[in-house]
């Protein structure tokens, strides 16, 4: 089975940026990035397809957040620009076994999950 670790959350300050890094243990056909903020559901963020030729992201981060795929080291990075308070959050990286050749927006569509990694950003 894939084994997911997130890495890179902190405490910004708001307008600032942050970069998270997901590696995962085996192939994976399709990657994302979820988040829970307090009180509210898991949402989702971004998600990229293995070729990284199909990407897609919540209209909430769409301009500010890029993600991307190294392959050969089995990592997806998520850059996280201009942040502002809410994006504060859980953010929690996904992956999926089963093939597909287009990113995935929904959690029932991901095999395995990484503990998740905390994001706070401040005014």
């Known amino acids: 089975q894939v084994q997911v670790v997130e890495s890179g959350g902190g405490s910004v300050q708001a307008g600032g940026s942050l970069t998270l890094s997901c590696a995962a243990s085996?192939?994976?056909?399709?990657m994302g990035w979820f988040r829970q903020a307090p009180g509210k559901d898991r949402e989702f963020v971004a998600a990229?397809?293995?070729?990284?030729?199909?990407?897609d992201y919540a209209d909430s981060v769409k301009g500010r957040f890029t993600i991307s795929r190294d392959n050969a080291e089995n990592t997806v990075l998520l850059q996280m620009n201009s942040l502002n308070p809410e994006d504060t959050a859980v953010y929690y990286c996904?992956?999926?076994?089963?093939?597909?050749?287009?990113?995935?927006?929904?959690?029932?569509?991901?095999?395995?999950w990484g503990q998740g990694t905390q994001v706070t950003v401040s005014s």
């Open positions: 996904a992956a999926r076994t089963r093939f597909t050749r287009l990113a995935r927006t929904r959690s029932s569509e991901y095999d395995f």
């Open positions: 085996g192939r994976t056909f399709g």
């Open positions: 990229i397809s293995w070729a990284g030729s199909s990407s």
